[in-house]
């Protein structure tokens, strides 16, 4: 039984039911956060201080995400925190009442960066709601068409967003100490990356100038030639479609795509070397850093990159088609594995605007009481959610983000592209092993000889789950990421030579009656959903959760933090600074970003004893919360 | 007449979101303005395909462009909605720290013409000639039109257009400028 909060039960064959004698099952009680702020502001006042902050967003071009914290600088610790979407975006109300066919198009939108993943969720959500099968080869080319996707993403965000964190511009600036032990500390991975030093290394991480930087750049350049090849444009495809795709696959198509995807085989081994030598430099200097966005390993993922012999896009199977995916869906609660079902995964979803700028929806009764298994569903739970906007004054007492707080099992839920690393080590059920190995306690990962020569990469599930450890574990998502793509360019190669051509299935909506339909695909940043409602041959409701709605997430009901807030509250001050004018906020920083915010995301960090705010931007993809 | 034309390739590029009314002046005139005759040696294309991706274009290009005109929409303070400026780019560029933020914004799929002007000129596309026209959009509000201020200059925009993308020299781009008008001041942070 995976359920500890929801009264969900299962009987022997694995049905979900409601427990016996649970009146009103869903209810919950709110907590308020009274306590919490009026014991806030008594320290502060004790401290001779009472600020006054504007929280109005302040990114430059476009701000979606502040971050608020009151740090005590003295004990080097973080007293508050608080992660707020500062904007509506509305996909939900902009796809209602419209053409089925429309949502992969427009919720592509919903992100800047990765748009391909929401057309590809959204493709799915119909292909569930009206049984629609793609063909093999439309499986393998969306799998290597987001696997391509995220071989853009994740360079971008480890050298051009996270990067610059590590540099020796930056080190230099709130940690010399380190910086001088990086110039002389060997780097491990040498024989990979050819650095001798890690201060070599950071050098190479400084913005604009390094040339790892430089090099990240050349990266997403490779990875959108091949995107475009398959989805006919970056960063929304044209191409994809519900019942699969929109473009011709040749084998000349596959060997253009080959060209650019042996690029990172060398590079996902050098990637990884580089973070792994960065990483343990960090840690081995001081083991506090541990402690840096330190939080449970309490995460979810869908899974991604559907198996053509088991994709059959129906919600009955999708436990089956999910456990086959080239990454294993899961939940882990503190580090166990309590599901690998798809299913469960669904059932346990609820979101609360408890602290959000909306209004309940409960008022008109409960749509869906089960799915369509008959699986019991919450009053929150996705298919039954509307959304409804309401502006309102900011209170961290109250109401402060325009995100919503998903829970799974009423637990905040971190997402990212680790957690898809994770679960698939640790559930070690994935089937498809050419070049992917999971061990139940690590990954491995089978690079074939380029330039480089053949090499086993293993990725160990880590002891504690930290700032480090996320961006370690996204290094090694663009090797895993590659060798994915390359086993299905494989597949696609073979279904060619067998004259299979067709890339999509042919449907039409029913004019009438209602269907409903989930979408369970991965961003480059974790776990998507897109719940999808169509009534009489349009859209009835439909809800997007991305990784950023359950990260940015503001306190749960009962007063939970989301992870940002989680994270950034247990992280150590480890700057060095002079006054409080001098200190940066790095630590915080380098653990917001760990995350790789779907947002471009502002933080406010108020250092307790001064009026000192540090603002700093922690900018990563321009993807929606809601 | 054809000593005062310029002779180069020229690339119009329109740049801003869609459905942002006045804002979206570029995109909303992007099919007008490719309608219009021009000699082969014009290129008309929208650039809101991100400022990184646009340098790497440019950096492969066999024939570079000998001039690039765009066409935006800024909010500038004491303009009345639909007043005109166009303007030659000088090229001065804002700290590291602020150019780093612009390819943050960039990499992130934020559209935004200081953001390409600066990131261009740090990665060293542009060709030594760069007009800018701007039309005042007046406050953002959403919408697929433009409003009667904008929709009745627009003779004027498409012959400014066509000054800054065939004259040699052109007279029109007078405007004197430090930074763009919605860069944040650079201080140096």
Not at chain 1, 127 to 142: D, F, N
Not at chain 1, 415 to 432: D, V
């Amino acid at each position: 039984m995976c359920f500890k909060h929801l009264p969900v039960d299962f009987d022997e064959q694995g049905n979900a039911f409601l427990k016996e004698g649970v009146n009103d099952p869903y209810s919950y009680k709110s907590v308020s956060l009274d306590e919490e702020q009026d014991k806030l502001k008594e320290l502060l006042a004790k401290n001779g201080y009472i600020k006054d902050v504007d929280y109005d967003p302040v990114t430059r071009v476009a701000g979606a995400l502040a971050f608020h914290s009151v740090v005590d600088l003295k004990d080097r610790k973080v007293l508050s925190s608080n992660s707020i979407a500062t904007l509506f975006r509305g996909y939900e109300i902009i796809l209602k009442g419209r053409d089925p066919k429309d949502a992969a198009y427009i919720s592509s939108r919903a992100c800047g960066v990765c748009g391909g993943v929401h057309s590809t969720c959204a493709a799915l959500a119909m292909e569930m709601a009206l049984g629609i099968k793609p063909p093999p080869l439309g499986i393998v080319m969306r799998n290597i068409l987001l696997a391509i996707e995220y071989l853009y993403d994740h360079p971008l965000h480890l050298f051009l967003l996270a990067g610059p964190d590590y540099s020796e511009q930056l080190v230099g600036e709130t940690n010399p100490e380190i910086l001088e032990k990086a110039k002389s500390t060997s780097a491990p991975h040498k024989d990979v990356h050819g650095y001798s030093t890690i201060g070599d290394i950071m050098k190479d991480l400084n913005p604009l100038t390094g040339k790892l930087y430089l090099e990240a750049l050349e990266m997403t350049r490779v990875a959108r030639e091949a995107y475009v090849i398959i989805g006919g444009k970056y960063p929304h495809p044209q191409s994809v479609v519900a019942g699969g795709l929109s473009v011709t696959i040749d084998i000349t198509a596959l060997n253009e795509i080959y060209n650019r995807l042996v690029q990172f085989f060398d590079y996902g081994q050098k990637v990884a070397g580089i973070w792994d030598d960065v990483f343990d430099f960090f840690l081995d200097h001081d083991p506090n850093y541990e402690n840096c966005g330190k939080r449970p390993a309490t995460m979810v993922d869908t899974g991604v990159w559907d198996h053509p012999d088991h994709y059959d896009a129906t919600y009955e199977n999708c436990n089956e088609w999910g456990k086959a995916r080239w990454a294993t869906p899961g939940v882990l609660v503190d580090g166990e594995l309590v599901t690998t079902n798809l299913r469960d995964l669904n059932l346990g979803l609820e979101e609360f605007v408890e602290h959000s700028y909306y209004e309940s929806w409960h008022e008109n009764g409960q749509r869906f009481d089960t799915d369509k298994m008959g699986g019991p569903l919450s009053p929150n739970h996705p298919w039954n959610k509307e959304t409804k906007p309401k502006p309102g004054k900011q209170s961290w007492r109250d109401r402060y983000s325009w995100d919503t707080s998903p829970t799974w099992d009423r637990m905040p839920m971190e997402a990212g592209a680790y957690s898809r690393l994770y679960n698939t080590a640790l559930a070690n059920e994935m089937p498809s092993r050419r070049y992917i190995e999971p061990t139940g306690h690590s990954l491995k990962i089978n690079i074939p000889e380029r330039n480089l020569p053949a090499a086993e990469l293993e990725w160990h599930i880590p002891d504690t789950w930290n700032t480090f450890e996320r961006n370690r574990a996204r290094a090694y998502c663009i090797p895993y990421s590659a060798m994915v793509a390359m086993d299905n360019w494989h597949l696609a190669q073979e279904l060619l030579r067998q004259g299979e051509t067709s890339v999509s299935t042919e449907f039409e909506i029913p004019k009438k009656g209602t269907q409903t339909g989930v979408g369970f695909w991965g961003a480059g940043r974790g776990f998507l959903t897109h719940h999808l409602v169509i009534d009489d041959g349009a859209i009835g409701n439909y809800q997007i959760i991305t990784p950023s709605t359950l990260n940015a997430a503001p306190r749960t009901p009962w007063g939970d933090p989301g992870p940002y807030e989680e994270a950034v509250l247990n992280t150590p001050v480890m700057e060095q600074f002079s006054s409080d004018e001098d200190y940066q906020g790095i630590d915080i920083l380098r653990t917001i970003r760990s995350f790789d915010p779907c947002m471009p995301c502002t933080t406010h960090i108020m250092a307790e004893s001064s009026d000192h705010v540090v603002t700093r931007e922690v900018t990563t993809c321009a993807c929606g919360v809601e | 007449m054809v000593l005062n034309k310029f002779q180069g390739n020229v690339l119009i590029g329109t740049i801003g979101y869609q459905n942002l009314r006045n804002h979206s002046v570029g995109s909303v005139l992007q099919p007008r303005i490719e309608a219009l005759e021009w000699p082969d040696r014009v290129t008309v294309d929208e650039m809101n395909w991100g400022p990184i991706a646009i340098t790497q274009k440019f950096q492969t290009m066999d024939e570079p462009y000998d001039r690039v005109v765009m066409v935006c929409a800024l909010e500038r303070p004491q303009r009345e909605i639909g007043d005109i400026t166009c303007y030659r780019w000088q090229g001065k560029l804002p700290s590291e720290k602020q150019i780093q933020a612009c390819v943050g914004d960039a990499v992130t799929g934020v559209t935004s013409v200081e953001n390409l002007l600066i990131i261009g000129e740090y990665f060293k596309i542009w060709p030594d000639e760069v007009f800018i026209l701007d039309v005042e959009p007046g406050p953002e509000k959403s919408g697929p039109h433009l409003t009667p201020e904008v929709e009745t200059v627009i003779p004027e925009i498409m012959d400014a257009i066509k000054i800054l993308s065939l004259e040699k020299d052109p007279e029109i781009a007078t405007f004197n400028y430090e930074f763009m008008d919605v860069l944040i001041p650079d201080d140096g942070k």
